[in-house]
């Protein structure tokens, strides 16, 4: 009997068909965007200082995580490395350009964010406000740096690979996602130093969950809303805290200076002492708005309380209430209102209770 033997066309052939198969199942994977600012999950221990500081690239920690191949290809984009402690609205400015290009692409299923955890939480929102698209952004960091052997950084990033290809995160905006948990944008916050399981949302929780099988949900955000950059500079705006005793100097110092608008992180549902209110007062004379928050970490400020500097006097006096949202975010969505020509009270009050 007369064996076959394959000639060399027949095995080119046979290769080049078995190299176009994988080809095409490596395609056919969803393509994520991942785009890495910096923090400390892009952080190793210096020898010489003996403390963190930016060492890896955002191609350094996917290669410490070869398991994201089985659900999507992922690009990098080493946009920055710096703490997040550096982040500032020019540096805003460039990451919503950059993750809303990412998205734009047909092929991009959804963008990943690298960044330190300081300011993650402003980010967050930032991104959930200047970037519109249904797919995802998911924000990742890591509350231990490279060089530490329980590294959290490998394990969000590929949560958030898992989180950004799944059709349920659709329409969802910017979410946050680490320690297996995924919280929104809007609600986030960073509450503890050191540990891993350091994001909450407070009284709304978490949307949802990652396991080891599948990505579950249990909430969508439905506060949500688009305001379009239409300038690279941003509006100075600045955060003014209310505490016992506090004089108010330093907020009509601001506005002398030229600060375009205001945000004092009052107590209990908008409470401020005589000397706050006054200089609140101050600034409203001059034109400059003045948005409420309180420094309580759940609850929504109101126009309640009657007593000479209690919410309703400021309220009254012009001031706009922020709801739920915490100084930092009031700030955010009061620069990007600003810039936007949004200036007048009733429209300000409009965009914060949304």
């Known amino acids: 009997m007369q064996r076959f033997r394959p000639t060399a066309m027949a095995l080119a052939v046979a290769l080049s068909t078995t190299l176009l198969a994988g080809n095409v199942l490596a395609q ?3 393509t994520v965007q991942f785009i890495a600012t910096g923090g400390t999950i892009a952080m190793k221990i210096d020898p010489v200082k003996n403390a963190p500081v930016p060492a890896i690239s955002g191609d350094d920690l996917l290669a410490t995580v070869p398991d994201v191949g089985k659900y999507a290809q992922i690009q990098v984009n080493n946009l920055s490395n710096v703490p997040s402690d550096y982040m500032d609205p020019a540096r805003w400015v460039q990451l919503s350009a ?33 970037v519109q698209s249904p797919k995802p952004v998911v924000l990742i960091g890591a509350q231990r740096n490279a060089s530490v052997s329980d590294f959290d950084g490998p394990r969000n990033l590929l949560n958030a690979v898992r989180i950004a290809v799944d059709p349920q995160s659709q329409n969802k905006g910017a979410m946050l996602a680490m320690n297996n948990q995924i919280n929104a944008a809007r609600y986030v916050t960073k509450t503890h130093t050191a540990n891993v399981d350091t994001f909450r949302s407070g009284e709304y929780g978490f949307l949802g969950e990652v396991y080891p099988d599948r990505v579950i949900y249990g909430s969508a955000p439905v506060r949500r809303q688009h305001i379009a950059i239409q300038a690279q500079t941003m509006p100075d705006v600045e955060i003014f805290p209310m505490y016992g005793g506090a004089n108010g100097e330093a907020l009509r110092q601001a506005v002398d200076r030229g600060v375009k608008g205001i945000v004092i992180d009052a107590l209990g549902m908008g409470n401020m002492n005589v000397p706050m209110l006054n200089a ?10 003045v948005v409420v928050t309180t420094r309580v970490h ?57």
Request: a neutral charge; hydrophobic letters at 45%.
């Open 280 to 289: 609140a007062k101050y600034a409203i004379g001059k034109g400059v708005p």
């Open 28 to 30: 056919a994977k969803p």
């Open 298 to 354: 759940n609850g929504r400020v109101m126009p309640s309380y009657g007593f000479e500097g209690g919410g309703k006097t400021s309220f009254d006096a012009g001031a706009v209430m922020a709801g739920d949202l915490k100084a930092p975010k009031a700030r955010i969505l009061l620069m990007l209102a600003l810039q936007s020509g949004q200036a007048q009270r009733e429209q300000l009050q409009a965009l914060f209770d949304k």
């Open 98 to 130: 950059a993750v809303q290009a990412a998205l734009a692409r047909p092929e991009v299923a959804g963008v990943i964010v690298s960044h330190g955890t300081d300011t993650l939480e402003e980010t967050a929102f930032w991104l959930d406000l200047t």
